[in-house]
């Protein structure tokens, strides 16, 4: 089993074991610290030392292993893929985020690469590592943070100015994957779910220099609720501001029949004028 580095806080009592990633701050600490009230013992992932470190003294309690990698690029997701295929895990969180929000054209190859990596091939290189393990013990989950973001793309920019369309692009990713990987992996008793919070109080926004202080904002605390209400649920897409959950399942219900309505025959208005 891989060697991780970081501090322990033994308790040989709890079993079920959890791996949180971009777990210094935001919601992957609000994870991390419920996950370890629930019993969970931890591996937190991350790129700050210091940080993880603090999560560790927070959680007297818990078992608690830190692992410092940046999942921005293939040495830091492997690091972290290796402890997913040889732990143990009742569950995995993909959390980790990066602030590279901004216009596509304005947007660096290197920032676009670290982005893409961050938030799908993290998430998906993770969940292949782990699920194996999962499926063989016939229980797990799978948590993927996405956001409301990937339900905006065909917003126009004067509904949605600020939308951004690499990073709108990565939570679509993430969406359709948990919901694919959700109907693949049920019958081996695995859940997965695609978590979908509006806008959270986190750092991310100070980060990234975005004034959003006016803004309404939930909470992290809040945002870990819903998700982990929603996976006792069955909920495979958690939108914790929507009340109405008709309205996602509308989207989905759209989607299926669009998928559904397929045909080999091209369609009418593409054909010239007099043909079949």
Request: proline share 5%; charged share 20%; glycine share 8%.
């Amino acid at each position: 089993m891989p060697h991780l580095p970081g501090t322990s806080n033994r308790n040989a009592t709890r079993t079920r074991l959890a791996l949180v990633t971009g777990a210094s701050s935001g919601i992957g600490r609000a994870f991390a610290r419920r996950l370890g009230g629930d019993g969970y013992n931890l591996v937190v992932v991350g790129r700050r030392a210091e940080r993880l470190g603090e999560l560790v003294a927070a959680l007297p309690n818990v078992e608690v292993r830190t692992l410092v990698a940046d999942l921005g690029n293939d040495a830091g997701v492997e690091a972290v893929a290796e402890v997913c295929a040889h732990e143990e895990l009742s569950m995995l969180v993909n959390n980790a985020g990066v602030a590279h929000y901004m216009p596509f054209v304005e947007l660096s190859a290197a920032k676009a690469n670290e982005l893409l990596h961050v938030k799908v091939v993290a998430p998906t290189m993770l969940a292949r590592a782990a699920a194996p393990g999962m499926v063989a013990r016939g229980e797990g989950a799978i948590i993927n943070v996405s956001g409301m973001l990937a339900f905006s793309g065909p917003a126009p920019t004067d509904k949605l100015p600020l939308r951004r369309a690499v990073y709108t692009a990565t939570l679509a990713h993430i969406v359709a994957l948990s919901q694919a990987l959700h109907e693949e992996l049920k019958a081996h008793g695995l859940r997965v779910q695609a978590l979908c919070p509006g806008v959270v109080a986190t750092e991310f926004h100070e980060r990234q220099g975005l004034d959003v202080s006016a803004m309404p904002r939930m909470s992290a605390d809040d945002a870990v609720t819903a998700s982990l209400k929603g996976l006792a649920l069955g909920e495979v897409v958690c939108a914790p501001g929507i009340e109405k959950s008709e309205l996602l399942n509308a989207v989905f219900e759209a989607d299926l029949a669009a998928f559904a309505a397929q045909s080999p025959k091209l369609a009418e208005r593409y054909r010239a004028p007099g043909t079949r």
